[in-house]
């Protein structure tokens, strides 16, 4: 079975300051791995993803991030927050091949601080 | 637009009653999805197709009932039996595939018990 862990349910950031959003997996078999964005009162999308090939993933929104094996981590980055960047982030993992449900963690608030 | 049209946006439910969600896609998506979202808990997987006539129960299926008759239409009946039902519900929908692999989200439905 797989899971996904987030690291701290709220992370508060100055506007223009980097973001880091924490999220470590686990996963028997080579995972598929994504980062959803949700607003308020408004369902999800999606931030970015990795599912094979180059482990440095770009997003929307100038949002990235590195899929590192050895250390089942997942962690979204950011340069420079923005106001707008103020919402609920989601990380996700299903296993790969095949049809596979997909799990999602807890979810971090991200809050920008102008 | 292509999406997922969720309705009501606000549902309340009285004591034994059972209520219906609906939700409706024009993506022609095989797979549906029904999560529950909690504060600080994440999404949860409540049912889940995979194609027309067929579904499965996800990880919190208890209390809750779905069809699904036609591609479009993948519509959450919440029983009596569910005694915690006030929660956000997001229909899905989803292609998987390394390329293509993503989940998309209806705008939810917020139940609340009267």
């Known amino acids: 079975a797989q899971s996904v862990t987030q690291l701290g349910s709220h992370v508060s950031v100055s506007e223009g300051a980097l973001v880091l959003l924490r999220c470590n997996y686990s996963?028997?078999?080579?995972?598929?791995l994504f980062w959803y964005v949700q607003y308020p009162n408004q369902g999800l999308q999606l931030l970015l993803k990795?599912?094979?090939?180059?482990?440095l993933v770009k997003g929307i929104n100038g949002f990235e991030a590195e899929f590192k094996k050895s250390e089942t981590s997942f962690h979204l980055t950011k340069p420079s927050a923005h106001m707008s960047d103020a919402a609920e982030y989601f990380c996700a993992v299903r296993p790969s091949g095949g049809y596979q449900k997909v799990t999602f963690g807890t979810g971090t608030k991200l809050q920008v601080i102008p | 637009d292509g999406g997922i049209t969720q309705s009501p946006k606000y549902l309340f439910r009285k004591e034994g009653q059972n209520v219906t969600l609906s939700c409706e896609q024009n993506l022609n998506h095989d797979a549906m999805y029904w999560y529950r979202q909690d504060p600080g808990q994440g999404l949860r997987l409540i049912y889940y197709s995979q194609i027309v006539n067929d579904f499965q129960k996800g990880d919190i299926a208890e209390g809750y009932s779905v069809s699904r008759e036609k591609k479009e239409s993948f519509p959450l009946t919440v029983t009596s039996a569910q005694k915690n039902p006030t929660a956000f519900y997001l229909c899905?929908?989803?292609?998987?595939?390394?390329?293509?692999?993503?989940?998309?989200f209806g705008s939810g439905t917020q139940l609340s018990v009267l």
């Open positions: 990795y599912t094979t090939g180059a482990t």
């Open positions: 899905a929908s989803s292609v998987q595939g390394a390329a293509n692999e993503k989940l998309f």
């Open positions: 996963s028997s078999v080579p995972p598929y």
